[in-house]
């Protein structure tokens, strides 16, 4: 009651995290005109575009909304959402929709595309740390940690069976790095390391899907695929590094516009270049300095992100800031990674800046989340025990 008495009018606006957003709304008004140039030329590209800005327009509404509300209240809403969350991940693996070799689409009236996935990671960070914290105050060890490990595992599986790696890899991140913040003894991390490493021919030869194995391959060796994956990469690689230090200009990208006849009739063009490899856009287009804007606002929400984690009012808050801003961290490597050419290409895209209606509204929910813990951080809870 006190602390509703204290947010309201103008003391809302002081407690309001104001840099983290407005690096997140500076990165998506990047995103915003980096897209309409990746996408100019395609069919339907202004209702694409369109789509994008009006998603974007929700997204940030439901920023606001969310960060009016006590993040405590969230642990009702977890619950809610990770059921909600479970049972369009196995819908998907019924009636499904299947891009790029993954399962993932679900095809929704008025909606369109609809990726579950995308809602499950908001359920996983707001469900999942809830255990986290009873363990963490003694409240029926056993069970809850039992409890922790089944419903932590259980969307991984749902969405590895989409045969959606990338994404699944999101998940376990988030959760590997909250045990590390929990303070799990280092040692078990070797042994997860081990067990990985000694089960990699068998995950090989059975659990991998065909499409994994040849992006593994290809960035093993790109030269390995120059029609598929590998083209992806080596366009990614050389639109990049032709941008220099100033770049080409806004819509004049020469290996990422479609309104050149010589792009039109040649095997110049980057591939998926409006969502995995957007990337490259900005590399070519906005040049060197472009490229290290964006990376810096990056790096300045990830670092906010720990802050707000490190100041958290309590243990379930820094728990789901955690796991939102490892889901963002690997969301950014990764994508950045494999346009670069030194991860392998998972189809990850790069958060609030690749096309996706869906991936745009659900982080700017986590975003929400994040200003509702930020709004009501009160003391340090880390400390050099744990």
């Keep these: 009651m006190y602390f509703v008495e204290k947010t309201k009018g103008t003391n809302f606006i002081k407690q309001f995290d104001f840099p983290l957003f407005a690096a997140v709304f500076i990165l998506s008004l990047m995103g915003i005109v980096v897209l309409m140039s990746a996408i100019q030329g395609l069919t339907s590209w202004k209702e694409a575009w369109f789509k994008q800005a009006v998603c974007l327009v929700i997204g ?12 405590k209240d969230f642990k009702t809403l977890g619950i809610l959402l990770y059921v909600a969350s479970i049972a369009m991940l196995i819908l998907v693996l019924i009636v499904g929709k299947t891009e790029k070799g993954s399962t993932s689409w679900l095809i929704v009236p008025l909606i369109g595309s609809f990726q579950p996935s995308e809602l499950a990671k908001v359920a996983f960070v707001l469900f999942i740390p809830m255990f986290f914290e009873r363990i963490k105050e003694g409240t029926n060890v056993r069970k809850n940690l039992i409890k922790l490990i089944f419903y932590a595992a259980l969307p991984i599986a749902l969405v590895f069976l989409q045969k959606d790696v990338g994404t699944a890899l999101v998940f376990v991140f988030a959760f590997v790095v909250m045990l590390f913040i929990y303070g799990i003894p280092y040692r078990y991390f070797f042994i997860a390391v ?4 000694a089960s990699a021919p068998f995950l090989w030869l059975f659990v991998l899907p065909l499409h994994i194995k040849s992006r593994i391959q290809t960035f093993l060796n790109p030269e390995l695929d120059l029609k598929d994956t590998g083209l992806q990469v080596y366009r990614s690689k050389m639109t990049i590094g032709s941008g220099q230090l100033f770049g080409k200009g806004l819509f004049h990208g020469l290996q990422t516009q479609n309104s050149s006849q010589v792009i039109q009739s040649s095997n110049f063009k980057v591939p998926l270049k409006q969502n995995d490899f957007i990337f490259s856009v900005i590399g070519e287009e906005f040049c060197f300095v472009g490229s290290m804007i964006i990376i810096a ?8 992100c720990l802050y707000i984690a490190r100041n958290s009012r309590d243990e379930y808050g820094s728990f789901i800031v955690v796991g939102i801003a490892a ?20 189809g990850i895209p790069l958060p609030f800046i690749s096309q996706g209606g869906s991936a745009l509204v659900t982080n700017f929910m986590s975003v929400g989340i994040l200003l509702s813990v ?6 340090t809870i880390f400390n050099s025990s744990q």
Excluded: Q
Excluded at 60 to 71: E, G, R
Excluded at 194 to 197: D, I, K, R, Y
């Design 60 to 71: 940030i509404i439901l920023a606001f909304v969310i960060s009016t509300l006590d993040y």
């Design 194 to 197: 081990g067990a990985l490493a």
């Design 297 to 304: 606002l990056i790096i300045f929400i990830l670092f906010r």
């Design 327 to 346: 889901m963002f961290a690997f969301h950014f490597i990764e994508n950045i990674g494999m346009n670069i050419g030194v991860l392998p290409v998972t």
């Design 374 to 379: 930020s709004m009501r951080r009160k003391r």
